[in-house]
């Protein structure tokens, strides 16, 4: 078990409303990266914050936007919501330093109906 | 796009090695090979990585070939605990990223 918490588990929602995840990170750790996973895919690269800055995005539309807190905990926002969102979001945590392994929380099961 | 390709399912008898192949075959210098494995309905669980040279750990043994174009994840003796989808990754030193594939759908029987 990591130490990074997701919230909530599970979360139900309806097209074109927004939505908000949240994510603490591991202690220790100053940067989160979001993944999104579809049904029967692997997990795809959303972005990534260190030190409450923006470090890297995916292939993914400006209505997918997140932010960092001074105690690196972090939120991924998505705004007009649509069908294909529905998914796993998964929150990871790690150090700067390179090459060290991320840590995955539970993630959060959004359904958008 | 994913860097590497893997077998979309394998079966593994309980208490036998399980060997999960890895093709890579455009991988850089800089690039590190990772193996993260995801448990039904829980995030990516890391297991180990590597640049060249084989490594081993407490959960599994990383063999790279000598021209770094394909690895082999080795559980030396699956439990029905090890059923799960197994992702090998490449990525860069100080990558801000991992890019998984589909992975390999690794079944333990009894």
């Known amino acids: 078990e990591t130490g990074v918490t997701q919230s909530p588990t599970h979360l139900i929602k309806t097209r074109g409303q927004q939505v908000t995840l949240r994510c603490s990170s591991q202690s220790g750790h100053n940067t989160v990266s979001w993944y999104q996973q579809a049904l029967g895919q692997g997990p795809q690269f959303i972005f990534q914050y260190y030190r409450e800055e923006e470090n890297g995005r995916g292939n993914f539309p400006p209505r997918f936007s997140g932010l960092q807190f001074p105690n690196y905990s972090s939120e991924l926002n998505v705004n007009a919501l649509e069908l294909d969102d529905s998914a796993l979001y998964l929150c990871?945590?790690?150090?700067?330093?390179?090459?060290?392994?991320?840590?995955f929380g539970q993630g959060t099961r959004l359904t958008v109906v | 796009d994913a860097k590497t390709t893997q077998p979309p399912s394998m079966d593994c008898a309980e208490g036998r090695a399980a060997n999960l192949p890895c093709n890579h075959s455009?991988?850089?210098?800089?690039?590190?090979v990772y193996w993260y494995r995801q448990i039904h309905s829980q995030g990516p669980q890391y297991i180990i990585h590597g640049l060249k040279n084989n490594e081993t750990n407490e959960m599994a043994s990383l063999i790279i070939t000598e021209d770094r174009k394909s690895s082999t994840l080795i559980l030396p003796h699956a439990t029905l605990r090890d059923t799960a989808v197994y992702y090998c990754?490449?990525?860069?030193?100080?990558?801000?990223?991992?890019?998984f594939g589909a992975g390999t759908i690794l079944r333990v029987k009894s």
């Open positions: 990754i490449v990525r860069v030193l100080y990558g801000n990223k991992l890019v």
């Open positions: 455009t991988i850089s210098g800089n690039e590190y």
């Open positions: 990871a945590s790690s150090t700067e330093t390179g090459n060290t392994e991320a840590f």
